[in-house]
């Protein structure tokens, strides 16, 4: 089945998102799905068709500042996990989506993981792709470079950065005609570098660790860690760590898996993904 390319203005906001229907009459919760740095909605294409096959609605945004979004000057909107959360809130508020399950990647994950602690009354469940849950998820020196001045206005303006990142992260070569569609944001306009370095400087990621942390210790929903072992950036001691001290907590790890799963293993994550997010709107 194919999946919908969509557009939506809210305030002056463009968003660009993918959607999947459900296969006939469903009564099942629809499910976003949120891609990290320096990635786009486009990672969740292999889940989708999936998801819809089982009667689950999917919906996957590209974040303001990527993807085919709108990528607006920091003096307009400012790039914090604030920001971002709130037009999330907006968007998610936009498509009437009043309860679901929520699927998080990579670092901006923990700006969905955010939102979640914010809004739990529109969450059933998480799940959790190698993203950073834990005060010693650090961001790697490979994304830190892009934030250095000087440096990262020149890093962040050269495609070829979205190559040596996705496939960095997730340790596999990616063929070209999927980075063909990665790159294009970043060939077509130069605010996408600008948004991407924006974003780096302003992730406040220890402020974002400590409200995850202390939060998910009296979260009540179910939560699925789906991880990487052989991710070159977040460890999965930092996932043990963070399970332990979720209430309904389960994690899987998987074997020769790298940062970006759905990028390569998407039937593997599948496997549990699709029975944990079945959940009836009843």
Known sequence: MSIAEKKIKIDSLEWFYRESEPIGRSD??????LHGLVSQSYSWRNIMPALAQQGTRAVAPD??????SSKPEKRDFPYTPDIFITALENFINALEIKRFSLVVQGFLGSVGLQYALRHPEKIANIVIL???VSSTAKLPWKIQQMGLPLAGEMMTQDPLLVDRTLEGGARYRID???LDIYRKPYLKTSASGRALLATIRNLQLDKAMSEIESGFRE??????IQWGMID???SVDIAETFAKGV???ELVKLNNVGHYPQE???ETILQDLLSFVRKSES
């Open 28 to 33: 099942l919760l629809p499910i976003v799905l």
């Open 63 to 68: 974040w303001i500042g990527f993807g085919f």
């Open 130 to 132: 190698n993203a950073p």
């Open 176 to 178: 070209d005609e999927h």
């Open 219 to 224: 979260w009540k929903q179910p939560v699925l």
């Open 232 to 234: 070159p950036w977040l």
């Open 247 to 249: 209430p309904d907590a």
């Open 264 to 266: 390569h293993y998407h």
